[in-house]
């Protein structure tokens, strides 16, 4: 199995910083592509920015231009660099990874963990 451990999260004012981490474990040959949901209170769980296994990147429009996903491959860490942010980015987010692509019967079609909250006060 892959197991998934966010950190980073944390209390900032309104035009501060936060840089997430996640740290992938277990069978990490499973993991192809890696990504960053968020979910506030109330609302549906929302991707913020993904990673595609050859470091394609895609941004919701929400985030695009304020943060910045990478990855690195050989210590299987995935990172979210967050400026610039709004009281609107608080939110519990969380690291997500799946495994499309990846020939082998052990590997879940992806994978969650727990989450890191992000609180941005005005």
């Known amino acids: 199995q892959v197991q998934l451990l966010e950190s980073g999260g944390g209390l900032v004012q309104t035009g501060g910083s936060l840089r997430l981490s996640c740290v992938a474990s277990g069978d990490t040959t499973c993991i192809s592509h890696m990504a960053w949901y968020r979910q506030a209170p109330g609302k549906e769980r929302e991707m913020v920015a993904a990673?595609?296994?050859?470091?394609?990147?895609f941004y919701g429009d929400s985030v695009k231009g304020r943060f910045t996903i990478s990855r690195d491959k050989i210590e299987n860490k995935l990172y979210l660099q967050m400026l610039s942010l709004k009281p609107e980015d608080t939110a519990v987010y969380y690291c997500?990874?799946?495994?499309?692509?990846?020939?082998?019967?052990?590997?879940?079609?992806?994978?969650w963990g727990s989450g890191t909250q992000v609180t941005v006060s005005s």
């Open positions: 997500n990874a799946d495994s499309l692509g990846v020939s082998s019967s052990i590997c879940e079609y992806d994978y």
């Open positions: 990673i595609s296994s050859g470091g394609s990147t």
